[in-house]
C-alpha cells in the first residue's frame, strides 16, 4: 500500500496561489498598532512612506482585505521555482519506526537556498511599479541579502546590502553570491553613512551588528532620491507574502487526502511559520477542526517561550518604531549559536498574538546539539541537507513522532522545512567534530535584555 | 499565448522511467573493447571483479540488452529529488530576444548539486546487494564524493573518499558536506596506502593529483576484504544510469509537444551528455528524425576538438584498462580551469565512437570567461546560479539562440543544466572581479600530451 503513497507532490502551475491571505482579517483580536516612537500613537501609510514603498506599507498596516490578490509578474517569477513540493518523510518515518505521517513543506530549491524568495521579488515588483529605481536592506548570515539580491537583480533594481562585517569577512562566498546577482555588499559599519561613521569613530575594529546594518541601510534609503529599504521578516508584509507557502502545502495535502494534527515551523521573526500555518490557522479562527500549532526557537535565543509580551524597538539601533511582541529586549544579545535566521529578539506581532491568546497552541525552545543531531539524521534518510534553522522545526517533527511510537497514534505532522545548509558548513563541521556546545541564557542574562524595553507610560 | 505555456515540467512520480537505456545494443559499431592492459585482450567481467561490483561489471561489458530494469530500490530513492524539472527558459527567451525556444534539464535539485547522484545510488546499492560493506574512490572538486557519500550513508555503506589534497585544504566545506553523510575523506597522496607512501617518500609536500587518488582508492578496494571501487564518469555503466536524464527530458518535451532540434550538454567524462541524448540518439540509430547533437568542452581539455581518438589509459597512473577514446594523453595536465568536472583527459569510449562515426555531430571548445558570462546572465534571468560545468552547455544555447535572432528560425534548444554553482564561488568572485583569465593549450603542450599515449603494436 505505502509504495503507492508519492513520496512528493508538485502542484501544477495553474494551481499556484493567486492571493496571498491575510489572516490579520480573521483575527478575534488584532494585534496592538504599530507605533510612532515620536508621537507614540500609531503609524499611518505616510509615517512609513520615507521608508518602505508605498504599497508595502499599505500591506503593512492592511487589517480588513482577507485576501491580497499576487501581480502576475511576481506569479510569474514564482513559476520559476514554485510551487515547492510538499513531499511524505517515508524515509525518515521508516528510520524512526513511528505510525506518524509526517509531511515537510521544502522551500529551499532555489539559490536564495530558502523562503525568503517568495517576500524579495513581492517587495522588488513594488518598488519597480513605484518607479524606484534602488533599495536597501542589511543582511546577517546572508540568506535575505540574497533572495532581494536575486530579485533586484531580475528587476532591474540597483540595491545596496549593509552587511554584518563579520560575517562579510567571514562569508565572503554569500557576498560572492550576492554579488554575482549585480547587488553591492557593503560591510556595515561603513564610511557611507552619519551612523556608520560614528560607530566607526568610536570603535574603528568594530565587526558591526544588525543593530547597525539597519541603521545605516535606513538612513541611505530614507536620503537618497527613488531608494527605499526593505526587510526580510517580522514585518506582517513579509507574513503575508509567505502564506503561499501554507496555502501550496494545505493543497498538497489535500491530495494526498490529509489533515494535519500537527503543525511545527521554526520562528525567528516569524514569516516563516506564520505563513505555513496561515491557511491552517484560518480553519482555527472559523471554529473547524485545526491542527496543534507549534513554534520552535533556539533556547539560545527564546523570545516566545521566555521572553515579555510587550511594545519594544523591532532593532537593536531603536530607529524603527514600536511593536507590541514577544521580545527578550532589543538590546539582548544571543550567545553565539549557528542559527543567524533565528537570532532575534523579538517575533512578529501577528504571531505573538496569536500566541498571547493561545491559537498558537505552543513555542518549544531546543538545543542547538540536539537540533544538529535531527539535521544529520535526516540528510541521511531524506537526503536533503537542511538549514540549521529549518532543523528546528525538524527536531521537534522527530520528537512528535517518536511519541507517535510511544502511543501507537498515526499523527499526520506537517513541518516547513524552510532551506538549505550549503552555507552552513561550518556549523556542520563544528557538530561534526564534537566541538558544539549548547548556551541557555540565565534569568539574570534575560533580564539584562527586559531592562532595555522602554517604559511606556499609559502603553506598556 | 506565451503565458499559458508551463513555466516548468514535473513527471509524475509513476511515470519515472523503470528502465535505463543502454545505447549500445543499438549502435551502428560498438566501441572498440576495453583491454587488460597486461594482456592486451578484452577485459572480462572476471578482469573487472576484483575492482567493480559484479554487477557493475556485467553492466560495464553489456553491449546486447536495450533496457536495464531500474531496481526498486534505486527508483524509491530516485524519487526523492526525481523526476527533475524540464524548463522552458521563457526569462532567457525574453533576454536574448530570440525566436527560439529554449528548454533545460535540471538536475541540481538534491545536495549533491548534481546529476552524479543518478549513478551514485546505483553503484551503491549493487554494492549492497553484493552483501559488500564498503566502497572507495577518489574525488577532484568534490561532486562525486558528495553523491556517492549520500549513496552510502542511505545504504549504510562505509565510503572512503580519497580526494586530492590541495583540493581538501581549499574547500573544507565540500569535505563536511562529505562526513556530515558519514564517509571518510582522506586527503591523497595519504599514508593509507603503498602508493600514497611512495608519492610522499618522494614528495612530502605533494598536493596530489586525480591519478593518485585513482591509484590510492583502486588498491584500497582490491586489497581490502568486502570493498570495491567506484567511479562517477567514464565508464559505459555510468552513462547508463545518466540516461534516466534524457527519458525524463524527453517525456517531458512531449507533453509541450516539442521535439529539439539541438540537444547541448557539457562533456567532460561524457556521462551527461550522454544520458541526456541517449534517447534522442536512439532515433537517430532507428533512421529516424533527430536532433543536432553538440558536445561543449572547455578550450583548456579539448579532448573531442583538439584530442587524438586512440587506445589510452583512463586515469593518470596507468592502473586502469585501456580504452578506444578520444584523449589528450593520460599525462596530460590541463592548465588551471574552474570547471573541475570537466578537466579529464578522454571522454567515455561510446560518445568518442558515436562522435568517430559522425553520430553525435558537433564538439565546440569555449573559453571560460564566455562561459560565466553565460552563467551571470542565466542566473539573472533564470534564478539558478549554475555549475561552470553546465554553464558551457549555456554558453552554447545562447549561442544558438542568438543564431535564430538573426535568420528568424524558431528553432528548439533543449540543454542539460547539471547542477549549482553553490560550491564553485571562488570561480564567481574571480569572474566578478576581473582576474579570470583564458587558456588555450600550444599544439606543443598537446604534442606532449600524445606523447604519453601508448604505442600498442599491431592495435594503435
Known sequence: MSKE????????????????????????????????PQTLKPVTVEDLEPVFCTELAKQELNATDRFIEIPEEVRNFYKMYRPGPLVRAHFLEKALGTPAKIFYKFEGNNTS????????????????????????????????????????????????????????????????????????????PSDTTEVGRRMLAMNPDSSGSLGTAISEAVEVAVST?????????????????QTIIGQEAKMALEKYDCYPDIVIGCAGGGSNLGGLMAPFMADRLAGKHAPHFIAVEPASCPSLTRGKFAYDYCDTGKVTPLAKMYTLGSGFIPS????????????????SQLYHDGYLDEARAVEQTSVFEAAKLFAKVEGTLPAPESSHAI???????????ETGEAKTILFGLTGTGYFDLAAYMSYNAGTMSDYIPTDEDLQKGFEGIPKLEGIQ
Chains 1, 2 share one sequence.
Open 336 to 351: 553565539p549559536n549557528h542559527s543567524g535566521g533565528l537570532r532575534y529578539h523579538g517575533m512578529s506581532p501577528i504571531l
Open 113 to 188: 537556498g530558502s523562503h525568503k524568495l517568495n517576500s524579495a521579488i513581492a517587495q522588488a515588483y513594488y518598488a519597480k511599479e513605484q518607479g524606484l529605481t534602488s533599495l536597501t536592506t542589511e543582511t546577517g548570515a546572508g540568506q535575505w541579502g540574497t533572495a532581494l539580491a536575486m530579485a533586484c537583480g531580475f528587476f532591474g533594481l540597483n540595491l545596496k546590502v549593509y552587511m554584518v562585517k563579520c560575517s562579510a569577512m567571514q562569508k565572503p562566498y554569500r557576498k560572492a553570491v550576492i554579488e554575482t546577482y549585480g547587488a553591492q555588499v557593503i560591510p556595515s
Open 5 to 36: 503513497i508519492p513520496y512528493k507532490i508538485y502542484l501544477k502551475e495553474e494551481e499556484l496561489p493567486r492571493y496571498w491571505y491575510n489572516v490579520r482579517a480573521d483575527m478575534k483580536t488584532d494585534h496592538c498598532p504599530i507605533l510612532n
Open 225 to 241: 532620491e527613488g531608494t527605499r529599504y526593505v526587510l526580510g521578516s517580522v514585518l506582517n508584509q513579509v507574513l503575508l507574502h
Open 395 to 405: 527536531r521537534v517533527a522527530i520528537d512528535e513522532a517518536l511519541k507517535c511510537k
